[in-house]
């Protein structure tokens, strides 16, 4: 193996974490061996694994509640879609402002999080945040391609989903970027629940083999 291999920041790459979980509605639909199965297959290594009942706090914490930037921005995914379908927001949700609707869709988020069980992974690999990302599929499940986790498991609406004053169900959440997955993985485990193990992938799929 080249000296090189051990520079930290090729070591970086090689383990890079992100923050995977399965949403009350994915597990209940029996979907965490099939999204597990999409994610070991990729070569991706699950370094810590649980299920829990989140509780309101976790969830509080998880999510960047006090970020307006973040809350807007539920408000808008959904406007968008009320556009494109030329229905009135505010004929419906008495609002057509990003702010409000946004704080309505993270408090719905709040209670559909605490619904049922959640099974919380700490996924690790070569590019992890990104490789999972892609395989999750867009926020919208309408608008998640075939082929992607959200696209090929869910057909939710946030048009829907807001008149019915809760959030969207698509399956499974995970990390956008290094700083929200480092900091969600502080909030789901302790240092001591992730294992170091080594899988096939190592050796065959990203090691020398020839
Ligand atoms: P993502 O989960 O793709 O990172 P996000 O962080 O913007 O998306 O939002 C968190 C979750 O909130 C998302 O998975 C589903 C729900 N959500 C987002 N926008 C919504 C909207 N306009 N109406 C209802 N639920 C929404
Ligand atoms: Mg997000």
Same mark, same amino acid.
């Given at each position: 193996? /080249? !000296?090189?291999?051990?520079h930290?920041? $090729?070591?970086?790459?090689?383990?890079?974490?992100?923050?995977?979980?399965?949403?009350p %509605? +994915?597990?209940?639909? +029996?979907?965490?061996?099939?999204?597990?199965?999409? $994610?070991?297959?990729?070569?991706?290594?699950?370094?810590a694994?649980?299920?829990?009942?989140?509780?309101? %706090?976790?969830?509080?914490?998880?999510? *960047?509640?006090?970020?307006?930037?973040?809350? @807007?921005?539920?408000?808008?995914?959904?406007?968008g879609?009320?556009?494109?379908?030329q229905? %009135?927001?505010?004929?419906?949700?008495?609002?057509?402002?990003?702010?409000?609707?946004?704080? /309505?869709?993270?408090?719905?988020?709040?209670?559909?999080?605490q /619904?049922? *069980?959640?099974?919380?992974?700490?996924?690790?690999?070569?590019? &992890? $945040?990104?490789?999972?990302?892609?395989?999750?599929?867009?926020?919208?499940?309408?608008? &998640?391609? *075939? +082929?992607?986790?959200?696209?090929?498991?869910?057909? !939710?609406?946030?048009?829907? &989903?807001?008149?019915?004053?809760?959030?969207?169900?698509?399956v499974?959440?995970?990390?956008?970027?290094?700083?929200?997955a480092?900091?969600?993985?502080?909030?789901?485990?302790?240092? !001591?629940?992730? $294992?170091?193990?080594?899988? &096939?992938?190592? @050796?065959?799929?990203?090691?020398?083999?020839?």
């Amino acid at each position: 193996m /080249s !000296d090189k291999m051990n520079h930290p920041a $090729i070591q970086a790459i090689r383990h890079e974490q992100t923050y995977v979980m399965m949403k009350p %509605d +994915g597990v209940k639909r +029996g979907l965490t061996g099939e999204v597990m199965s999409r $994610i070991s297959k990729a070569g991706l290594k699950v370094v810590a694994l649980k299920m829990v009942k989140a509780t309101e %706090d976790q969830i509080r914490a998880h999510y *960047p509640m006090q970020d307006q930037e973040w809350v @807007d921005g539920l408000g808008e995914k959904g406007l968008g879609t009320f556009e494109k379908l030329q229905l %009135d927001a505010k004929e419906f949700l008495g609002t057509d402002n990003k702010s409000e609707i946004g704080r /309505s869709v993270a408090e719905g988020l709040v209670d559909y999080m605490q /619904s049922g *069980p959640v099974v919380c992974m700490i996924v690790e690999g070569i590019g &992890a $945040i990104e490789a999972v990302r892609k395989m999750v599929g867009h926020t919208l499940p309408f608008k &998640a391609e *075939p +082929g992607t986790i959200r696209g090929d498991f869910s057909v !939710d609406s946030p048009v829907v &989903a807001n008149v019915e004053g809760r959030a969207i169900q698509n399956v499974v959440h995970a990390s956008v970027v290094a700083d929200e997955a480092a900091h969600e993985i502080s909030i789901w485990f302790n240092e !001591d629940e992730v $294992i170091n193990y080594k899988i &096939a992938g190592e @050796d065959i799929m990203y090691g020398k083999i020839y």
